[in-house]
């Protein structure tokens, strides 16, 4: 039986990408940029402050960091308890020495139900951003597009009303997404999205409600990927961490703007025997008169900003 003439039509067949989303682009082809006081590279410090539910659904996978053993786990839940007890504060000493603007992503669950967590955040010169309702509502592919909605609308709304700002940025919890997900957070107000990994700067996404940005916010050097996933030791995070710094402030120097982005967890690096390791990565970070430190949502006004210029 012959085969009809559509099997082997791919109607998304070009140069590039198969999909709509975002342009293709080869980071070595743009248009330089620099950063203000015409530094060559942008550092995010990225904190997140995070919510597992004792009683996890684990629905569609158990997320990384979350209960393993069987209920009540509460091994591993007064651990993540006690980044938000007690590690965070270390941390926060550490960005205050260092004079880090940091960016907080937090679980609005979290935010409703550490009010004065909350307010500690507030006094700090950052920026929150919304890290989805806790880290058990995930978002994944076959998920109810209406079930959705209603976690990033939940999310968002709880976040900027107890916050009394507006919450431009989103990441999602084990930054799972579905279809549907880009689409919900540009509904609902949302500037950038730090879910992806896949550049060293920012870049335009497409959405059914109009452009939102990507903001890649790096899992290689993540402190959970690099301790609790790879199994590597915190010397060996500070390592992977400068020597990530060095060669994208090179070739930043060599090429044009690059991105540098740390994400960081409270319950991991707020540990007595953690914390010295953050306090030399940040002295490294913060002794180069190259860089320009500040949170996500100014290196986007920075970039969108240097980008209008360039293409104009």
């Known amino acids: 039986m012959a085969l009809d003439d559509d099997y082997l039509h791919y109607p998304k067949r070009r140069h590039g990408y198969d999909h709509a989303r975002y342009d293709w682009s080869v980071l070595a082809e743009r ?6 006081g015409d530094k060559p590279l942008a ?9 597992y539910p004792l009683n996890q659904r684990g629905v569609p996978f158990k997320v990384p960091g979350g209960m393993t053993m069987p209920y009540p786990d509460l091994r591993h839940f007064t651990l993540r308890d006690y980044g938000n007890r007690v590690g965070i504060y270390r941390v926060l000493k550490a960005f205050e020495r260092y004079g880090i603007r940091p960016t907080f992503a937090v679980n609005a ?53 107890l916050s009394g700002r507006p919450i431009r940025g989103w990441l999602s919890p084990a ?26 700067l920012p870049y335009p996404v497409t959405t059914q409600s109009g452009s939102l940005t990507a903001m890649p916010l790096s899992s290689e050097i993540e402190d959970q990927f690099v301790i609790t996933q790879n199994l590597h030791s915190e010397d060996a995070w500070v390592a992977q961490v400068k020597d990530a710094f060095d060669y994208l402030l090179a ?29 030399e990565v940040l002295d490294y970070i913060a002794g180069s008169d190259r860089v320009w430190q500040a949170p996500a949502g100014e290196i986007l006004e920075a970039f969108l900003a240097q980008t209008q210029k360039v293409g104009g």
Do not use: K
Request: aromatic share 8%; hydrophobic share 40%.
């Open 31 to 36: 248009p330089a940029i620099r950063w203000p």
């Open 175 to 200: 930054r799972s997404q579905s279809w549907n997900t880009l689409d919900l957070l540009a509904e609902n107000g949302v500037a950038y999205c730090a879910d992806w990994v896949n550049d060293d």
């Open 43 to 51: 550092v995010w410090i990225n904190l997140s402050l995070q919510f």
């Open 109 to 161: 669950q979290l935010a409703q139900q550490t009010p004065y967590l909350l307010a500690r955040l507030l006094e700090r010169d950052g920026e929150l951003l919304c890290h989805g309702w806790n880290m058990d509502h995930l978002h994944h592919g076959g998920q109810d597009r209406d079930e959705e909605a209603d976690i990033v609308r939940r999310a968002l709304e709880t976040l900027r009303e």
């Open 251 to 279: 070739e930043a120097e060599r090429e044009g703007g690059r991105l540098f982005t740390l994400s960081l967890h409270p319950w991991l690096m707020g540990q007595p025997h953690r914390i010295g390791c953050l306090e």
